[in-house]
């Protein structure tokens, strides 16, 4: 008798917690006041310059160089093949995901393409531009008074891993690799993997979430 209730007991403790680990697998949904600072890993091309990033991130060549001041020696000396951060705020998009949606104004000749993988330096996809901009077909932007909107993903840290509170959207790249990165941005390779469960840093596609150091937006700002 006494084993049996035991057993019910078990079970019902069992049922709760598999009901309360739905209800926060649920909630990775965001809620609509969830906001924070983010970075964005923007990949410098050949013929880009901080004030063309600027324009896209919606802020200011002097900003960029203000977040990026260590590896430059002024705001018009940004080497192509390196990589600034960005500053943006990461908010909740459609109750659905942390992002920040920026507006792009057409120019003829642009295709998602181009916007994803050149202007925006793979920050966002081809995939991510269709589905927010269904009005528009792929192979047919209108280019008079256009703007289309371009979504990067971000993210506000995760109490489980850690207390870090700020972090870098970073698009991974040929030749990247968990050591790699770890290893630049000073950062242990178990942490990077932890809030990244399951991602393989050299794919050399999609994105990963990278702690930002204790560099706070006052400091930079003041
Ligand atoms: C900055 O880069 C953009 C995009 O490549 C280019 O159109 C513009 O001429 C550049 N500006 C300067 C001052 O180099
Ligand atoms: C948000 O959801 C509405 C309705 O589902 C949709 O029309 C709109 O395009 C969505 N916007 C974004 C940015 O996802
Ligand atoms: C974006 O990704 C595409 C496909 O992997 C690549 O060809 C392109 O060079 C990348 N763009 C930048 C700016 O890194
Ligand atoms: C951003 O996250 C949403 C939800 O997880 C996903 O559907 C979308 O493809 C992501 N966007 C990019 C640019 O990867
Ligand atoms: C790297 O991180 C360690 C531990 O967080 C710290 O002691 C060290 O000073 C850092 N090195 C650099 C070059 O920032
Ligand atoms: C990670 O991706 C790279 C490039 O696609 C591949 O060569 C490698 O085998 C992958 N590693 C794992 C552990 O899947």
């Avoid at 739905?22 to 809620?31: P, Q, Y």
């Avoid at 081809?126 to 008079?144: D, L, R, T």
């Amino acid at each position: 008798m006494k084993f049996r209730s035991t057993q019910m007991e078990f079970r019902t403790g069992l049922v709760f917690f598999l009901l309360l680990r739905l209800c926060f697998e649920a909630s990775s949904d965001c809620s609509t006041s969830q906001t924070c600072d983010a970075l964005g890993s923007y990949y410098v091309w050949e013929g880009n310059n901080l004030t063309f990033i600027g324009d896209m991130m919606s802020t200011t060549d002097v900003t960029i160089y203000n977040f990026n001041k260590a590896a430059m020696t002024n705001k018009d000396s940004v080497q192509w093949g390196t990589r600034v951060n960005v500053p943006f705020t990461c908010g909740c998009i459609n109750g659905s995901f942390l992002g920040h949606e920026f507006q792009y104004d057409v120019v003829t000749g642009d295709t998602y393409d181009t916007v994803a993988t050149k202007y925006y330096s793979n920050l966002t996809t081809v995939e991510a531009m269709a589905w927010f901009n269904s009005e528009y077909p792929a192979n047919n932007i209108p280019n008079v008074n256009t703007q289309l909107k371009v979504v990067v993903n971000c993210s506000c840290g995760d109490s489980k891993v850690g207390n870090y509170g700020l972090f870098i959207t970073y698009p991974l790249r040929d030749g990247d690799s968990l050591a790699s990165i770890a290893e630049k941005e000073n950062l242990s390779e178990s942490l990077l993997q932890n809030y990244n469960p399951g991602v393989n840093f050299s794919r050399g596609t999609g994105y990963v979430y990278i702690p930002g150091k204790g560099v706070s937006f006052f400091v930079l700002f003041s």
